[in-house]
């Protein structure tokens, strides 16, 4: 084969010819700005992971009435006045059926580590044996009776609540979904997240109609955006969604 007699030989060790490093000099800052243009579009397309903190640094005590049911929780009296309801979850993705049994619907001591967002409290029980204990205030607390607020259909996400709140960053979205699933076979409380146009968003108890624990009947909808239909039911400061499981439409 011929070379072609108007190109130069190439020669590794020589000098660049000017037009090919005016060539560079103009291709790399476009590469690199349309680089970082693209992985700035990329972050701002993504969900937001949200605001939720999970306080592993040091260990707290709460003391209220603590309830075992539709999922383990304790109510404490606020400061300023009402009450908190705060679930109760363990280390890894279960919650505490086989601890603090002594301890279910009466007044008692609870330890470990914070879990909050969106205004919606945690707290992670610590692996050792005073994680539940007798109240040291003799004062009692119970939470108000339920109350039937309306039927409604609302279009949100079914998400488990630990990884939500603070655990994960983010805690939902499909990328989530079998962290989640995992979550809520371990007994972790499903929160149904209703997002309002102004930014805000509503987290809701995911129960079935009679106000008990449901899990299996919202596996497969889990971290997908549906509709779902049921009763909007008020204990203290705690709303429960308790769902029609037939309802539930994917969208």
Same mark, same amino acid.
């Given at each position: ?35 970082? +243009? ?42 300023? +006045? ?88 983010? +805690? ?80």
């Amino acid at each position: 084969m011929n070379a072609r007699k108007d190109l130069p030989p190439f020669i590794g060790y020589a000098a660049a010819p000017g037009w090919v490093k005016r060539f560079y000099w103009f291709l790399i800052p476009l590469v690199l700005t349309g680089i970082t +243009g693209l992985g700035y579009m990329i972050g701002a397309a993504q969900d937001d992971p949200g605001d939720g903190t999970w306080d592993a640094s040091q260990a707290v005590e709460l003391e209220g009435y603590v309830q075992q049911g539709p999922y383990p929780m304790i109510h404490v009296n606020r400061p300023q +006045g009402g009450i908190e309801t705060i679930f109760l979850v363990n280390s890894g993705k279960t919650v505490p059926t086989e601890r603090g049994t002594a301890y279910w619907s009466r007044m008692a001591r609870v330890k470990g580590f914070m879990i909050e967002r969106a205004g919606r409290r945690m707290l992670e029980l610590t692996d050792t044996d005073d994680a539940f204990g007798p109240a040291k205030d003799s004062g009692t607390l119970k939470p108000p009776l339920p109350v039937t607020l309306r039927r409604a259909t609302l279009r949100g996400e079914i998400i488990d609540s630990k990884c939500f709140l603070g655990a994960m960053h983010p +805690g939902h979205g499909r990328t989530h979904k079998a962290c989640a699933r995992l979550c809520l076979l371990g007994g972790i409380p499903p929160l149904f997240v209703l997002r309002h146009e102004d930014g805000r968003i509503s987290l809701y108890l995911v129960t079935n109609e009679t106000g008990g624990p449901v899990t299996d009947e919202i596996l497969d909808y889990v971290a997908d955006p549906v509709e779902m239909t049921g009763d909007l039911v008020r204990q203290a400061d705690l709303v429960e969604f308790r769902i029609d499981p037939t309802s539930i439409r994917r969208l």
